[in-house]
């Protein structure tokens, strides 16, 4: 049968805060395991740091690189590292047992496993934000995170009629690397609303004083300078067919429609251009399944626009012995990951009994003033950027859960005949019901229903997650261990009802 | 629950069609109590449901979708009888839910498979029902139980581990989350007034009328029946009901879409009409715990649903169910009207979607008619006081 | 359209994988996921989807998505982004649901 592993300490996802984690409770003596689903460590901000083909340093630029100082700490540790896992269960034990903890159900090369862990620290990092606009779904549209994917694990740049769109940082750096590598796209469209700026201003200060400044100030210029931007945009739409003539060809009807072209709206004037690829962002929001699965209670972030784990200043959460660290925890970035992951593990360390409270604050101090300089600045970028309201409430024929093909109407429609919430959302229409598990849905259909409703998105709530988190083969399921409980629960020789 | 009077209402959630007092009203918006409801709105002008929000105990969402004659009624031949009932009426529901909503609720009354994975649970499973069908006064269908040879015909792909399986041809399966989606769109076309975030806090019965406190303001019902599920026992406190009633979680398996194949339905595994395979059920006394999903029992399922049908193992589990089924003391049913507040009703079961017919066709015209008839005294909870005098 | 970078074009020229992409041959970078192979050899799209029929391509990346499904070596709803190209590999467009082979 499938053998099962112990350990004190399992985090999952090897990104800043996952390594940074495991070095930091191996090195005080945690027996610790890290299980990441990729096949290389970094997460997706540090993607393909030991594999990327692209050698000159350059066109990644320094922020990328620095990523590289998490891995010899993180071999030299002991830690155990395995690539390729991916966790789709985290059970807190079923069998009455004298270790606590929890049954960790992972697959690797197509098999299942199980391990047993008496604590866990999530480094899930973040994804995404959705960005339902008319014509996400066609081939050809793409988010900016896979873009950038493909540049560092694979060297691979997009090729004429290139459109970037949408706001954040994150649009201008992968236009700034495209630059470095030689290529120019056509135009990064930025949705950022005017006016804004001035509502940022008022967190400017912080933002003055921040570590972003400079570099950022720097890489606009660089962009600005040589790509052709269009401010304001106020309305976006991916189109099949060549809209330059004057017709939208109807979008749901006909097979084999591809991204042709992209239409917009900035100061009034709506232009089309052709286009082969659109590489979408508007921010980034926790990647919250396994938590929320695992039970840990979530928060409408209200700058962010997202649901988030309520966390304590070690990542701590309401489920004992399951702590968040990184992005995964609410968005700070790559640099406050790093530190976040540093004191979950000294708090983890302190309740194995490997610290004492007071060798944990001491330990602690460095990594807390460190994370506090990290985010100095955030709020002035989440209020910048924060993704506008016609971009993350779509209506009509615009599709909501791309697994299940729900258009925003369905969703709007179903909210009249009495459904209050996403639950009850997911059993009228199967929205949140495909393999995504809600993942580029959930927040979308949080905030249709609450404004159908007229009420907050605390109040409307969110998918109820379950296990699998990632879908496994039936067979891999059937060859896991089995009790007397679970037979008995299952094959019941007397009389069912 | 709070105890607000109309005044200090909050403003409701949804604009009511009827401000009134309703001809009839159902407590608990599930399957149960949205198949009651819908019969009682063909037979009275203004109905209500009063049901909670998006996060309740909701057993309906862990439904399977049989509807299923075979192994019912087992010490209590009037419930095979009844089941019996609802399985003949259910085609006229489909229909009526299609003629006015347009919708379809993938009804499939092709027959229905128990399968039976070794020597031991082959002649359990003759026995069982050698001895269901003997009982006195018991419905008669007719049975076999199909060896593995038969299987093969009937399901391509069947597993070399299945020894056989009892077949009927009047079982069948609709599909669970359609047939809600459809009955709520009929309460929209007609209607009814569906009041979801309105938890019944009090309930009482002033000349005749039933006044239910809401956060929302008192709802005001001739007649009420209470149909939410683990919540009946403190309802039913209110209106002379004793409801004895507790949770067993049950899970259920979900496997990724697969062109259509399976077209006659095991006990414990089915395809759905919109392709996605479900694999059950466990029955576990787990408390009112229905979050936490365990992973043996995941396998246990898993490794049945291999052996029954190989093939399937390639297949994805996209995501498990973990729901609390209400569960009477002896399983059966409870369907019962008030002696001390005429004109309350309770009606509660686990097999909510195979009844959905009888009642909505059956106990929704016995409430308007004000009572339930002898005929339904085996379901009443007299049946436990005498079990416990003997 | 995906084009490689010099770099990583220099390493398809050391040591190219050859796989099937519907039938023709094409030679990737090791290392390169299936999805990324797709993508560098022209095609948008990898799949038809099971409710309307409607094409899909690769969409994050990073997977969790599930729209980048292709068929490997006749194991179908492979998500492309997650697995490597191997030498021989035979891939396919995911066309709607899967087949169940009984």
Redesign the interface.
């Known amino acids: 049968m499938i053998a099962t592993t112990h350990c004190e300490l399992l985090v999952v996802g090897a990104g800043p805060a996952g390594l940074a984690a495991a070095t930091t409770a191996a090195q005080h003596g945690v027996a610790t395991i890290l299980l990441d689903?990729q096949?290389a460590p970094g997460g997706?901000i540090y993607r393909a740091m030991t594999?990327t083909?692209?050698?000159?340093r350059k066109?990644l630029g320094e922020d990328y690189w620095h990523g590289e100082s998490l891995l010899e700490p993180f071999k030299q540790s002991g830690a155990q590292y395995l690539p390729g896992a991916t966790v789709w269960?985290v059970?807190?034990m079923?069998?009455a047992d004298a270790t606590q903890g929890f049954?960790v159900?992972y697959s690797v090369g197509g098999e299942a496993r199980?391990l047993h862990a008496k604590q866990i620290v999530l480094a899930t990092g973040a994804?995404?934000r959705p960005f339902p606009i008319p014509g996400w779904?066609?081939?050809?549209?793409?988010?900016a995170?896979?873009a950038q994917?493909?540049l560092k694990?694979?060297?691979?740049?997009?090729?004429?009629g290139t459109i970037l769109a949408g706001c954040g940082p994150l649009l201008y750096l992968i236009a700034w690397q495209y630059l470095n590598?030689g290529i120019k796209v056509d135009a990064l469209l930025d949705t950022t609303p005017p006016g804004r700026l001035g509502k940022a201003l008022r967190h400017a200060w912080g933002f003055l004083t921040s570590p972003y400044l400079v570099k950022g100030l720097k890489l606009l210029r660089e962009v600005k300078a040589q790509v052709r931007i269009v401010k304001g945009v106020t309305a976006l739409e991916a189109l099949p067919g060549d809209a330059q003539k004057g017709h939208a060809q109807e979008r749901?009807a006909q097979?084999?429609?591809?991204?042709q072209s992209v239409r917009f709206t900035a100061g009034g004037r709506t232009e089309t251009l052709a286009a082969?690829?659109l590489l979408l962002h508007q921010g980034v929001i926790p990647?919250i399944n396994l938590a929320q699965a695992v039970?840990v209670e979530q928060q409408w972030n209200e700058l962010l626009l997202c649901w988030e784990p309520k966390v304590d200043s070690w990542g701590g959460t309401n489920v004992p012995g399951v702590s968040i660290a990184g992005d995964g925890g609410g968005i700070a970035g790559a640099w406050a990951a790093e530190h976040r992951g540093r004191l979950s593990a000294l708090q983890v360390a302190h309740q194995l009994g490997k610290l004492t409270a007071a060798q944990r604050d001491a330990a602690s101090a460095a990594p807390r003033a460190a994370f506090m300089r990290a985010v100095q600045g955030r709020e002035f970028f989440d209020t910048l950027y924060q993704a506008p309201e016609q971009f993350r409430l779509p209506t009509g024929d615009t599709i909501v859960c791309?697994?299940?093909?729900i258009t925003a109407a369905q969703v709007r429609e179903t909210v009249?005949?009495?459904?209050?919430?996403?639950?009850?959302m997911k059993?009228?229409?199967?929205c949140g019901?495909?393999?995504?598990?809600g993942?580029?849905c959930s927040v979308t259909v949080t905030e249709l229903i609450a404004q159908e409703?007229n009420?907050t998105p605390q109040e409307?709530?969110h998918y109820?997650l379950?296990?699998?988190t990632?879908?496994?083969?039936?067979?891999e399921?059937?060859?896991?261990?089995?009790?007397d409980?679970?037979?008995k629960?299952?094959?019941?020789?007397k009389?069912?009802? | 629950m709070s105890n607000t009077t109309e005044h200090e209402a909050l403003a409701p959630p949804r604009p009511r069609h009827h401000k009134g007092v309703y001809d009839a009203l159902v407590i608990g918006g599930g399957l149960v109590g949205s198949a009651v409801a819908f019969g009682l709105r063909q037979k009275v002008d203004h109905v209500a449901v009063l049901d909670e929000g998006d996060i309740a105990f909701r057993a309906s969402r862990g439904n399977f979708g049989l509807v299923w004659v075979q192994s019912k009624g087992m010490g209590m031949p009037a419930y095979g009888h009844w089941t019996m009932s609802s399985q003949a009426l259910w085609p006229e529901l489909a229909r009526l839910l299609n003629e006015i909503t347009g919708l379809e609720v993938g009804l499939e009354q092709q027959g229905g498979l128990h399968p039976v994975l070794n020597e031991e649970e082959y002649e359990q499973r003759i026995k069982f029902m050698t001895t269901l069908m003997g009982q006195p006064g018991m419905v008669k269908y007719d049975w076999k139980m199909l060896d593995h040879k038969e299987l093969k015909d009937l399901v391509p792909g069947i597993g070399p581990e299945v020894v056989g399986a009892t077949h009927t041809s009047v079982d069948g399966v609709a599909n669970p989350l359609k047939m809600l989606r459809a009955l709520h769109t009929a309460f929209d076309r007609q209607k009814v007034d569906y009041l979801p975030l309105h938890p019944v806090g009090e309930i009482e019965q002033k000349n005749g009328v039933f006044e239910m406190t809401t956060p929302h303001g008192v709802i005001r019902a001739h007649k009420v029946v209470l149909a939410s599920g683990l919540n009946n026992q403190t309802l039913g406190n209110k209106v002379g009901l004793s409801i004895p009633v507790r949770p067993q979680r049950g899970q259920i398996v979900v496997l990724e879409r697969t062109r259509r194949m399976l077209h006659t339905p095991f006990s414990t595994l089915r395809q759905m009409d919109e392709g996605t395979w479900l694999i059950g059920d466990s029955q576990e006394e787990a408390g009112y715990v229905d979050g936490i999903v365990g992973l043996p029992v995941l396998a246990t399922l898993a490794d049945r649903a291999v052996r029954t049908m190989p093939a399937l193992k390639h297949v994805r589990v996209v995501r498990s169910w973990s729901a609390l089924r209400v569960m009477s003391k002896d399983g059966f049913p409870i369907y019962e009207q008030s002696a001390t507040h005429p004109g309350a009703f309770v009606a509660t079961c686990h097999s909510g979607v195979t009844l959905a017919a009888a009642h909505a066709l059956r106990i929704a015209p016995m409430v308007i008619d004000g009572a339930l008839p002898d005929t339904m005294a085996p379901f009443s909870t007299r049946r436990f006081h005498v079990q416990q005098a003997a | 359209m995906f084009n490689r970078l010099p770099e990583a074009q220099q390493a398809l020229a050391l040591a190219p994988v050859v796989v099937t992409i519907n039938g023709e041959t094409v030679r990737c970078r090791a290392g390169d996921s299936v999805a990324a192979a797709l993508l560098a050899a022209g095609l948008n799209e990898c799949r038809d989807t099971a409710v309307k029929d409607l094409p899909r391509g690769p969409f994050c990346l990073m997977g969790i998505c599930y729209d980048c499904l292709v068929m490997i070596d006749d194991q179908p709803n492979q998500q492309g982004c997650m697995i490597p190209v191997r030498s021989g590999m035979k891939i396919e467009r995911q066309q709607g649901a899967r087949e169940v082979q009984a």
Do not use: H, W, Y
Request: aromatic share 2%.
């Open positions: 689903e096949a997706q594999s083909p692209i050698l000159d066109i269960a059970a807190q079923t069998v049954e159900g199980m994804q995404e779904t066609l081939p050809g549209v793409m988010t995170g896979a994917v493909l694990s694979s060297g691979l740049v997009p090729g004429k590598a749901n097979n084999n429609q591809a991204l082969t690829q990647n039970g791309r697994c299940e093909e009249s005949l009495g459904c209050p919430g996403p639950n009850q059993s009228f229409l199967r019901m495909g393999p995504c598990q993942r580029f409703r009420v409307v709530g109820r379950r296990f699998p990632k879908p496994l083969t039936l067979g399921l059937a060859a896991l261990p089995q009790t409980d679970s037979k629960a299952v094959i019941r020789l009389k069912p009802v």
